[in-house]
């Protein structure tokens, strides 16, 4: 570990020496209201857009406005088959096999869908386990299943919450509840990094005494994916979702992610959701009466792929496999850890960390709190040209992101805090 200077200097001797830092020059980074670059600390909202997608998009049109239909066989990606190779390039990213992983819908819908076919409730066992306040479409599209099933979120969904006085939930609890409860519960369904405190749940340990106690166990990778290390596949969890407009820089709304374990891939005594999308793709033609789904993860699909979705999603994780993930999380702690090292010089009263200290704990992102004027500050970090996020009641969320933020962006965030807050970073210790 990297030990830390307050001054500028050290910012620059840091990007100088980062290996990763020319990937910087391939995205867009949006003007600050006094012109220049923004300071832009929100890729885990929308990440930014990777230059080669307007290329990329201007092909499909190209071949969309030369090609028509046939543009499904002979467009430069060919529609017939566009998800496959960006599935794939997902697949790589989340520790997965290429058959466990398809690309398609949104985030919500994905969770539906694997709630359909994986959520199997019985009298004796209905209880889905999540974090304590989860991203509220999660909520909704839990409780929603519950109902829909005919069980009740008031005795079916049970929410674990951090000890008294504590922001972030202790794993040993988790595990603990999960040891003692679990023949209540149908499934798991758990977020891979918490979106407003920023906590990264140690997944294969909870899938783990999950499955111990014959679990269902899936995980809601948004705020995970393209930020942490994952491994899918070995941890063995079931199924996973994950939206792809955050650090996967997809663009907003961009098509969604979907892993399906191997050991359901010939599963078709599931229940699912079916579509034409997810039959047989060497009998999908023949436009047949049954239903036979493909094998792996693409048997979930329903309709053919948004194709201009795909195009932007297949830049991006093209970059993410250049810089290589773990080359990424290399940079990215000590990024965020040179982030929380200068806000400890801030002395501003008032201002918590309440991301997990231990960077095994947390991925790129901190979240802050101030004992007053939190708003006030917030909006002066808009108008000094710094684009991070403010979430309700009282939290600001700063996300370094390792493939296109500078030890430089951390160092002017840090001084615009410092400015904001009424106080000046100390430059010597
Ligand atoms: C961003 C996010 C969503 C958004 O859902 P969409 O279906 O993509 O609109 C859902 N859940 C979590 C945990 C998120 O972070």
Redesign the pocket.
Known sequence: MTSFRPDADFARDMDAADPLASFRQQFHIPKAPGGGESIYLCGNSLGLQPKGVAAALQQELEDWKTLGVEGHFHAKNPWLPAHEDVSALAAELVGAEKSEVVMMN????NLHLMMASFYRPTAQRHKILIEHN??P??RYAIESQIRYHGFDPAKSLVELHPRQGEETLNLEDVEHYIGAHGKDIALILM?GVH?YTGQLFNLERIARVGFHQGCVVGF?L??AVGNVPLKLHDWGVDFAAW?S??YLNSGP?SV?GCFVHSRHAENFSLPRFAGWWGHDKTTRFKMGPNFQPMQGAEGWQLSNPPILALAASRVSLQLFKDAGMKNLRDKSVQLTGYLEYLLKHLNIPGLAIITPENPSERGCQLSLTLAENGRAVFDALTKAGVICDWREPDCIRVAPVPLYNSFTDVYKFAQVFAAAAGNKLQEAV
Not at 106 to 109: H, S
Request: with cysteine.
């Open positions: 949104g985030l919500t819908v989860p991203f479409s999660d977020g979106y809601d948004a705020h939206c407009y955050k709304g969604a």
